[in-house]
């Protein structure tokens, strides 16, 4: 069982930066594909980005793609989400994800809470 616990997010002006973090435990080091999901309100939750078990791959969505940075520790129990030049649109619940050995991230076994992003303009 992995348990994966989400730090960051916060109220920030469009244009701004933030940086998300994913810590899991019960896992074993580099066997978990991490990643990120979103859900603004009265819309579908989505994939933002995900960074394979090994971290020798990297995916995201196209709305994201030159703005967002996906990483992850040494350990490889870590990952962090780096969101730079957020808009108004990015302003959502951000969920961190996770599952074993999965390449692309598209059912996750395992959820964090989620953590409130919001952009104003």
């Known amino acids: 069982q992995v348990q994966l616990a989400e730090r960051g997010g916060g109220s920030v002006q469009a244009g701004e930066s933030l940086r998300l973090s994913c810590a899991a435990s019960?896992?074993?080091?580099?066997?978990?594909?991490m990643g990120w999901f979103r859900q603004a309100p009265g819309k579908d939750r989505e994939f933002v980005a995900a960074?394979?078990?090994?971290?020798?791959?990297?995916m995201y969505t196209d709305s994201v793609k030159g703005r967002f940075t996906i990483s992850r520790d040494n350990v490889g129990n870590t990952n962090y989400l780096q969101m730079n030049n957020l808009k108004p649109e990015d302003t959502a619940v951000y969920y961190c994800?996770?599952?074993?050995?999965?390449?692309?991230?598209?059912?996750?076994?395992?959820w964090g809470q989620g953590t409130q992003v919001t952009v104003s303009s």
């Open positions: 994800a996770a599952d074993l050995f999965a390449w692309p991230l598209s059912r996750p076994k395992y």
């Open positions: 960074i394979r078990w090994n971290g020798d791959s990297t």
């Open positions: 019960g896992g074993t080091s580099n066997t978990v594909t």
